[in-house]
């Protein structure tokens, strides 16, 4: 029975506590409520969206005219290719997810069964069906890496479509889920054998590191901007950026940020990391305009430094596009 609430509050959805009030609000937690909740939206002729964790949204302070949609959907299940009950094959072990479960439950259950390849993800918040939709990725390692098959509902017709890993056209931080908003529904990854405690000895350490960035209670959205792929940036901007601010193919935001003072920078209650550049926090009681005119400020700046147009990893919910 699915629960409707009527202008919720989405600074309780989100990571950075932001957030305006949504029209109405509801959790789902099996596929057929899902699909319940979306045709409720379109009966009622209303723009619906699905979130997960919420770790990566910067939502308007103002209200939304919209269905959100918390996919708490949840579980894990692993197989042998041919049915039989993790079994070591060749090809490896499949494990079947659904796209509610928390990225961080996906990550446990590999490493205590064994399984090497999404090790390095650990630590990253949210639902395995948002790390799918931005192709999330940490230390060299993406989620889309060893996924094999994704079911989806196609928001047309409603109806249950498969994606193999090529046609989700992932790429850095990106996906066709971007594009086609097709709701993830279940995501298969195919993964080797490793062991256990050298898997979680390499999570360990990866943890650690990543607390130093992301103390337990802070209030963000991970990085905000994405960083650079050399290879897309035209040869007369290249030119503009010092060789040493090269790293492995790409061009960190964070340090063209850098570059223009945005270290350490506030606006009302948001703070840029004194310590990252393309880390901001909510402080003390920000709000999605402090936040989004300290980015736009900022990327102002690396746009006339470097004419780098600097473009958010995170998603900008009824909120205008940060450089036009
Ligand atoms: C402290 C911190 C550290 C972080 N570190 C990293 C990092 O190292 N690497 C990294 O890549 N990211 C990082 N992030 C960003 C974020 O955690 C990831 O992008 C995460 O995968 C988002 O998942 P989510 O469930 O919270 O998605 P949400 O924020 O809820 O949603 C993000 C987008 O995905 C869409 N979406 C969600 N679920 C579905 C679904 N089932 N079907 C279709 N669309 C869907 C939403 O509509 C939305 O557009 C970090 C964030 C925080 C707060």
Redo the contacts with the bound molecule.
């Keep these: 029975m699915l629960h409707f609430l009527d202008n919720y509050p989405l600074e309780y959805m ?2 950075l506590s932001i957030g305006g009030p949504t029209k109405k609000f509801v959790k789902v937690k099996t596929e057929e409520e899902l699909i319940k909740a979306i045709k409720y939206a379109k009966d009622q002729l209303m723009p619906y ?9 910067l939502v308007s302070d103002e209200a939304i005219d919209c269905l959100v949609i918390k ?1 708490e959907i949840n579980g894990i299940s692993a197989t042998h290719p041919r049915g039989e009950k993790m079994r070591l094959h060749l090809r490896g072990i499949m494990v079947s997810t659904k ?2 479960t928390p ?1 961080q439950k996906l990550v446990n259950y590999t490493i205590q069964h064994g399984l090497s390849g999404l090790q390095k ?1 650990t ?5 395995v ?10 230390y060299g390692q993406s ?1 889309s890496d060893h996924i094999i098959k994704i079911a ?1 509902l196609n928001p047309d017709k409603l109806t249950i479509e498969q994606f193999n890993n090529p046609q989700c056209w992932f790429n850095y ?1 990106d996906s066709i ?2 594009q086609n ?5 279940e995501v298969i990854f195919q993964l080797k054998k490793g062991d256990p405690k050298a898997l979680q000895q390499e999570a360990k350490e990866i943890l650690a590191k ?1 607390l130093v960035r ?1 103390p337990p209670d ?1 209030k ?4 905000f901007f994405k960083n650079l792929i050399v290879s897309e940036i035209p040869r007369g901007i290249l030119k503009n950026i010092p060789p040493e601010k090269i790293v492995y193919g790409k061009i960190p935001a964070g340090s063209l940020l850098e570059e223009v003072g945005a270290k350490g920078q506030k606006l009302d209650g948001i703070e840029i990391a004194p310590y990252h550049a393309n880390l901001f926090i909510n402080k003390n009681n920000g709000t999605a305009k402090a936040f989004y005119n300290l980015a736009k400020t900022y990327a102002i700046k690396v746009k006339n430094k470097f004419g780098i147009k600097l473009e958010p ?3 900008l ?1 009824n909120l205008p596009k940060i450089l036009e």
Excluded: D, M
């Excluded at 699905?50 to 949204?57: E, P, T």
């Excluded at 908003?181 to 529904?185: D, E, T």
């Design positions: 989100t990571t969206l699905i979130i997960g964790g919420g770790s990566n949204l996919n796209s509610g990225l993800l630590g990253i918040p949210g639902t069906g948002g790390a799918v939709y931005g192709n999330a990725g940490a989620i989806t931080r889920f971007k908003k097709y709701a993830i529904l990543r992301y802070i963000c959205s991970g990085s990893e995170v998603q919910i």
